[in-house]
């Protein structure tokens, strides 16, 4: 698979995504409520793997600029659907990734990125272009299923098996010390690394990274 057929794939799955449910819809108010605690008034927000923009449109009324993206189109457009019903004018969604955006941005002071980094190809890279994207002293704010952490039958067989069928996408195995460490190497300090999820093993740590 290529970033293309990444595309293609979120792209299929765009209008089924937009219709599931939140799996934890707990943990998920818990993390929107932290974010929110760590954003002010004056922050310009940047959020890769926006999907259809529910988590955009509940935190931008809080913020000077929100910019929203994601690599489907489709998605993009179904965030736009959304956002047409209740505009805010310094919300914005775009189909980009982290590396057509890290040579034209103005610097964000916050970058967001949720259930998003197992799904990119260059781990390094992405951590790179993120940090670039950002002001001194921004803020990165992730919340990532860490694979290597889950049942070894889920990642070691049904993942491939589904994604030779095209069931599933390319996804990334790591373990949430690595993603950790990635994260540092990248050239950030990890401020807190928290677990948001309301039942079961948290394998989806919650990471707030400040710039170096």
Not at 39 to 59: F, I
Not at 107 to 131: E, Q, S
Not at 183 to 210: C, K, M, N, W, Y
Request: proline residues 6%; glycine residues 8%.
């Amino acid at each position: 698979m290529t970033l293309a057929s990444d595309m293609r794939f979120w792209d299929r799955a765009a209008r089924k995504y937009a219709k599931a449910k939140i799996g934890d819809p707990v943990g998920y108010e818990r993390t929107i409520k932290r974010v929110r605690a760590l954003l002010a008034p004056h922050d310009r927000v940047l959020e890769l793997g926006c999907g259809t923009g529910t988590t955009a449109l509940r935190l931008a009324p809080g913020v000077q600029s929100y910019l929203a993206t994601d690599i489907s189109p489709k998605m993009i457009a179904i965030a736009e659907e959304k956002h047409a019903a209740g505009p805010i004018a310094w919300l914005s969604f775009r189909s980009e990734t982290a590396q057509s955006l890290s040579e034209s941005a103005t610097p964000f002071t916050t970058v967001l990125g949720f259930n998003y980094l197992h799904l990119i190809r260059d781990l390094p890279g992405t951590l790179r272009h993120v940090h670039d994207l950002l002001a001194p002293q921004g803020l990165f704010i992730s919340k990532t299923p860490c694979l290597g952490d889950m049942n070894i039958l889920i990642r070691g067989a049904l993942l491939p098996a589904m994604r030779a069928v095209g069931k599933a996408p390319h996804v990334t195995v790591f373990r949430a010390d690595a993603l950790s460490a990635q994260i540092q190497a990248a050239g950030f300090e990890i401020l807190a690394s928290e677990g948001h999820a309301t039942r079961g093993r948290d394998t989806r740590p919650f990471i707030v990274a400040r710039k170096r």
